[in-house]
């Protein structure tokens, strides 16, 4: 995924050397401030945690793109927030990081621009939810930029 300021963003490939394709994907109706993705290489779709915009305050979209023509697939609102003791209405909220395990499920860390928290959360586009697993932060001065899974007996 790359954006810059003449263009919508879109998608350029790039191999484990750094080689990369000669052009990007356009991606058609624009990626603003896409911070977590997820690729489904069956499909060669990639699910990206759109940014913000000012009438999104409270929600959080997830655009699914092809990235070999860069068409938008799918858009998918999420104002579903629970377990949280925050009413999130007004504040801006960015998924930071997306991870799915080996049953499915996607986990993130989600960012409340407004209060500057942090979470993990789950989120379970079958019901259109996220919900909060756990508080990450409460202090602007941690934020979390990166989520992986680690097998168990290395995690030890």
């Known amino acids: 995924y790359y954006t810059a300021s003449e263009d919508n963003g879109g ?9 990369h394709a000669e052009t990007a994907v356009d991606a058609q109706g ?8 997820l690729f489904d290489e ?7 945690a759109n940014g913000w915009d000012q009438n999104y305050d409270g929600k ?17 609102t999420i104002e579903n927030l629970e377990g ?18 080996n049953d ?6 989600l960012f409340n621009y407004s209060t500057r928290f942090s979470y993990f959360v789950q989120i379970d586009f079958t019901t259109n939810t996220i919900t909060k697993v756990v508080n990450l932060s ?19």
Do not use: H
């Open 11 to 19: 998608f350029l490939k790039f191999s484990t050397d750094g080689n």
């Open 30 to 37: 624009g990626i603003c401030c896409g911070m977590a993705m």
């Open 42 to 48: 069956d499909n060669n779709e990639v699910v990206i």
């Open 60 to 76: 959080v979209d997830f655009e699914t793109f092809d990235i070999n023509t860069g068409v938008s697939k799918a858009l998918v």
């Open 84 to 101: 949280f003791d925050e009413d999130f209405s007004t504040n801006w909220l960015s998924i930071r990081n997306m991870v799915k395990d």
């Open 104 to 109: 499915g499920k996607i986990y993130a860390t």
């Open 138 to 156: 409460d202090n602007e001065d941690v934020q979390f930029s990166g989520l992986a899974f680690i097998p168990e007996n290395i995690a030890k």
